[in-house]
């Protein structure tokens, strides 16, 4: 029988109240405790779901929690992530490891002497278009990727003060991209060249963030991949990736809300696109966590992200954001564990 993972959440707002959610409404996890900056918000929270407040340090003090689920601020993510390591606890840790990949590094080099699992919330791995497109690459359907192109168009600007803690469009937005790249081709990208403006928000401007880019990579094998991205569109939440090879070409397509399509007048009224990112994404946060269970509970389990592809993935975001800054091509860092 597989054992009940015991959970502490680190933070408490909007993606902690998702996997509070999922915690909760999974059969082999209970939610024991949280835990947040803001107190207030921390027993609030802990009311609704039927768990204890506590604080971080008494968390990571608590032999009983199997697991801690960190869905804090990004700048807490490092410290958190190698404490909890430190405690001796599997650690499912939001992206990314932090805004800096050098300390990110140092950090990961720290934790893995604990030999703790751990998984990076690059959650979609788990959406079931991208999965099936994934298996038919390794299947050799259309032989191997030589025309990538992403696009990750998010349907609302996120409130200024989340953008401002966020580490910027590279390291927020994008990265989930960069790791679906590596993992879709197995490959590693080794060249970025990144354009970007701030045309939605243009105060973002003050802290050298952008709203809309388009990034050129360069893959390893010698595929080529472009990604488009915007923080705010007027049509819905659009995300697509297609492969073109030798062979032919295979798309994960944007996805239309569920709904009726009218023919009258000449014209032809279709339901449209979904209506934000997380309507897409919602069911995937839940397949991560339940793929990381079943690893925990000694399952093979694949496509689980680890703490190599949070680094290779945030390598391609510093080197977009230098090509940003300087307007040229740039090399990503070599990382490995």
Not at 71 to 77: E, F, I, L, R, V
Not at 92 to 107: F, G, M, N, Q, T
Not at 140 to 151: D, K, P, Y
Request: aromatic letters at 6%.
């Amino acid at each position: 029988m597989n054992k009940k993972q015991r959970v502490a959440l680190i933070g408490c707002g909007f993606i902690g109240e998702v996997h509070a959610a999922n915690l909760q409404a999974h059969p082999a996890t209970e939610l024991v405790s949280v835990a947040d900056t803001d107190s207030a918000r921390a027993a609030a929270f802990a009311a609704r779901f039927a768990a204890c407040a506590a604080s971080a340090s008494q968390l990571f003090n608590d032999d009983s929690i199997d697991m801690v689920l960190i869905a804090s601020a990004t700048p807490t993510h490092a410290d958190l992530l190698e404490t909890a390591a430190r405690a001796g606890k599997a650690i499912y840790c939001e992206k990314p490891i932090d805004l800096s990949l050098e300390r990110a590094c140092r950090v990961v080099d720290r934790v893995l002497h604990f030999n703790v699992p751990v998984t990076v919330g690059f959650n979609r791995r788990f959406d079931v278009s991208h999965q099936q497109l994934r298996q038919q690459l390794r299947e050799g359907r259309i032989g191997a990727a030589e025309l990538i192109q992403m696009v990750c168009r998010s349907s609302e600007m996120p409130p200024l003060a989340y953008l401002q803690a966020s580490g910027g469009q590279m390291r927020d937005q994008a990265i989930h991209f960069f790791d679906l790249l590596r993992w879709l081709t197995d490959d590693e990208v080794t060249e970025v060249a990144a354009m970007g403006a701030a045309l939605a928000l243009p105060a973002i401007r003050d802290f050298a963030d952008v709203d809309t880019s388009t990034l050129l990579l360069r893959l390893q094998r010698g595929g080529l991949a472009q990604l488009d991205n915007a923080r705010r569109t007027g049509y819905g939440y659009d995300e697509r990736i297609s492969v073109m090879g030798a062979g032919g070409m295979l798309v994960s397509e944007s996805q239309q809300q569920r709904g009726v399509t009218c023919y009258q007048n000449a014209q032809i009224a279709q339901p449209g696109l979904l209506p934000d990112w997380f309507s897409r994404v919602q069911a995937t946060y839940y397949a991560q966590l339940d793929a990381f269970v079943r690893s925990l509970n000694g399952e093979t389990v694949s496509d689980l992200p680890g703490l190599e592809d949070g680094l290779k993935a945030q390598a391609i975001a510093e080197a977009a954001v230098i090509s940003l800054a300087e307007h040229r091509f740039c090399a990503v860092e070599k990382v490995s564990l």
